[in-house]
């Protein structure tokens, strides 16, 4: 009789919608999860949920992942959990476009958050990813990140940031093991679109994101949109002409 080890896999920004349902898909199949964010309360009743559908064990860091020094924190989380074989990069925040137009501190703290910070933990994890010769980490991007338009730009810079980021880093990795991948969502239903008019074609669920993020963990990438669909609109979308694009109202 052989006995499968769990895979063990860390969730940097366990709340996040999509975050929780990437960890469901995770639990059903009896994986070790470590859910790292700001609110152990709520990351308690996701580790009980997490637990009731399926998974080995889940631990829970309770940290502002923007504040904490990723190698340290890494180190710690990663020696509870036993080991780490997916790491998916999951916090960030949309931030207010208008405001940040206003108040530089506004902008610098979209910047900070959804660059400076997710890019010191996606490093921290490539170094401990190659030390290790393998395991996937998966971040995730937008599809703001393909091409500036004037609702969300300083949030697309980040990402487009953190999207060049992570394509250098799989780069880094070819022949070695380890794997990195961005994920790069369309408008998805969440905590972080709320106050939006939602539904019709273009909006997908945290589901349907997870889904795909949960497959590039295993394969694919190093560039992988959500719904696949996004890679085609997004092509169409980025070779519009600039005379044509800024006569465009979104
Ligand atoms: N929803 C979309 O339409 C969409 C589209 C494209 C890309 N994305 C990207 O996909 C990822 C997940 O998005 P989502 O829609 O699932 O977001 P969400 O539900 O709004 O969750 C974002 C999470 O980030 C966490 N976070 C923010 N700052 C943090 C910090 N300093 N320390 C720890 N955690 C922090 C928040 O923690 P708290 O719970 O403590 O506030 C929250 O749980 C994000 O990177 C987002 O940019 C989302």
Do not use: C
């Not at 989380?77 to 949309?94: E, P, S």
């Not at 660059?115 to 921290?124: I, K, M, V």
């Not at 074609?201 to 349907?208: F, R, Y």
Request: hydrophobic share 50%; net charge positive; aromatic share 6%.
């Amino acid at each position: 009789m052989t006995t499968q080890i769990p895979l063990r896999v860390l969730m940097l920004g366990a709340a996040s919608g999509i975050a929780q349902a990437t960890a469901r898909l995770y639990a059903a199949e009896g994986a070790v999860i470590g859910l790292a964010g700001r609110n152990s309360e709520r990351l308690g009743s996701i580790a009980n949920d997490l637990t009731a559908r399926g998974a080995s064990r889940v631990e829970i860091f309770e940290m502002d992942l923007v504040t904490a020094d990723p190698v340290p924190a890494l180190a710690s989380m990663i020696a509870k959990l036993g080991g780490a074989d997916h790491v998916v990069l999951a916090y960030g925040v949309l931030g207010d476009q208008a405001l940040a137009e206003k108040d530089l501190a506004a902008a610098q703290s979209i910047l900070d958050v959804n660059f400076r910070s997710a890019a010191g933990w996606s490093l921290a994890v490539a170094n401990v990813l190659e030390s290790q010769g393998r395991g996937s980490l998966v971040v995730l991007g937008s599809v703001a990140g393909d091409r500036g338009r004037r609702s969300n730009y300083v949030y697309g810079a980040a990402k487009a940031g953190l999207a060049v980021l992570v394509q250098g880093i799989d780069h880094r990795f070819r022949g070695r093991g380890p794997r990195a991948v961005i994920v790069k969502p369309g408008p998805t239903d969440t905590a972080m679109t709320a106050g939006m008019a939602k539904g019709g074609p273009l909006w997908a669920t945290p589901e349907a994101v997870a889904a795909v993020v949960r497959k590039a963990a295993d394969s694919g990438g190093p560039v992988v949109y959500a719904p696949a669909r996004w890679r085609l609109i997004m092509a169409i979308i980025r070779a519009i002409p600039a005379a044509i694009f800024n006569k465009m109202n979104f």
